[in-house]
């Protein structure tokens, strides 16, 4: 297939490009965890190297795969500040001597260069060892945590069926002693997405001020002799959402409740990945946040082996772009299938999507979640009503943050209004 046929923005711009800035996602143990989500959309992923045990001794990035990736990622960054993001799994599986590795190897191919680093953790693994190694050499850490101790161990377990809550907290714990920098990725499903107010609230009282919220929207094959039992957008097959999914009206009212908190008290002092990046919309410049943003962004998702896929969210063999170890990652980030990867977000915007006065700030949502089909029998997001609860609910308040920054005032002035 010519992917060229159907660009909306040059292929050939990107690819001439001498180095085209990108982001890693790094899975150093792949998919081996410790512990047993059942809404994970990852764990699941062992089933892409069969014969092997899964099993972290199997899984864990080897040193000339580690070396190499490492050494190409600085070379091909145009910029000055490089951020590695070390994700799972659970990364802290490897233990702290492995991460000491990791710095030496980026000093000695810094070339001048800063590195910062990014640790995506579940906290049960973090001990004064780990919090001290971790704030010592500046790791920002990505602290999974849902809420409350009932809605956090509703879905977040050891394999033997004991929650994870209480080794989370200790985590935090052991972050504030030492001084770590943390902010929170919570994962929005059927049962935390009914108490907004209590989960913001708690994410709150523990330290956090960067929360992340994500949704959960994963759809299951009903065939079980699929290889994989979660699968994209554009299996065809038939399919059942998860039971832990949050749906559109409830994911709506959770933005909902936390916004009226938050415009009151909280702007300027905490931050939240929709808004902030609603804001930015509101203000005419593109959402970070790839979902909201109007081409996928370029993110590569690397596994233990080198592997490498267009997107965390899309390791699916369809969307391997090749092996850091027999191509070099930079021309795997402008090669054809990434690039028309980015763009098919956009191509394949449903002239709904395309006509909502919304589509500025909402970017038709992540190409996984459109599997809904509307009257014209196109696909939109399975959020899309919760999307568009949410905007209509904070448009003037929005529209008044976005005009104080244009005034070049802070848009914590809105606290300031009445009504």
């Known amino acids: ?45 062992e089933a892409l190297y069969p014969g092997k045990h899964p099993t972290l001794p199997f899984f864990k990035m080897p040193d000339n795969v580690l070396e190499k990736l490492i050494r190409e990622y600085i ?36 070339d001048g260069k800063k590195i910062l680093n990014a640790f995506q953790t579940n906290g049960t693994l973090i001990d004064e060892e780990w919090a001290n190694f971790l704030a010592e050499n500046h790791f920002l850490c990505g602290l999974s945590i849902d809420g409350p101790k009932k809605y956090h161990d509703n879905h977040r377990r050891y394999p033997n069926g004991k929650g994870s809550w209480d080794k989370a907290m200790e985590c935090v714990k052991l972050f504030q002693k030492y001084g770590v920098e943390f902010n929170t990725m919570s994962v929005v499903n059927a049962s ?34 699929e290889p994989l039992s ?14 832990e999914n949050v749906n559109a009206t409830d994911w709506g009212n959770f933005l909902c409740r936390i916004f009226d908190i938050w415009v009151k008290k909280d702007v300027g002092t905490h931050f939240i990945n929709y808004f902030d990046n609603t804001l930015a919309a509101y203000a005419g410049q ?7 943003a109007e081409y996928c962004g370029c993110s590569l998702a690397i596994e233990h082996n080198g592997d490498t896929y267009c997107c965390d969210h899309f390791v699916f063999p369809e969307y391997n772009v090749g092996n850091i170890m027999t191509t070099p990652i930079s021309e795997m980030a402008k090669s054809d299938k990434q690039l028309f990867f980015e763009q098919h977000k956009k191509d394949t915007l449903a002239r709904q999507c395309q006509a909502c006065e919304y589509l500025a700030a909402c970017g038709g949502d992540c190409p996984k979640n459109r599997f809904v089909k509307n009257e014209d029998g196109e696909y939109i997001s399975y959020l899309c009503e ?19 920054l244009r005034h070049h005032r802070a848009p914590a002035n809105i606290m300031n209004q009445k009504g």
């Open 1 to 45: 297939m010519d992917t060229r046929k159907n660009a909306s923005f040059s292929f050939e711009q990107e690819r001439k490009k001498i180095r085209r800035s990108f982001t890693i996602m790094v899975k150093t143990g792949g998919p081996i965890c410790n512990l047993d989500c059942d809404y994970c959309y990852y764990l699941e992923k």
């Open 192 to 225: 935390n997405s009914k108490q907004p107010a209590l989960v913001y609230n708690f994410l709150k009282s523990i330290g956090s001020r960067f929360m992340q919220f994500t949704p959960i929207v994963e759809r299951i094959a009903l065939d079980e002799t």
């Open 386 to 404: 919760g999307f568009k609860m949410f905007f209509r609910h904070t448009r003037k308040h929005f529209e008044f943050m976005a005009d104080e």
């Open 75 to 110: 070379l091909s960054q145009p910029q000055e500040q490089i951020e590695f993001v070390w994700h799972g799994g659970e990364p802290a599986l490897l233990g702290v001597e492995y991460f000491r590795k990791i710095l030496d190897i980026q000093k000695k191919q810094a």
């Open 286 to 292: 593109q959402p970070s946040l790839c979902s909201m």
């Open 230 to 243: 979660i699968v994209d957008n554009r299996y065809s097959k038939a399919t059942a959402v998860m039971n």
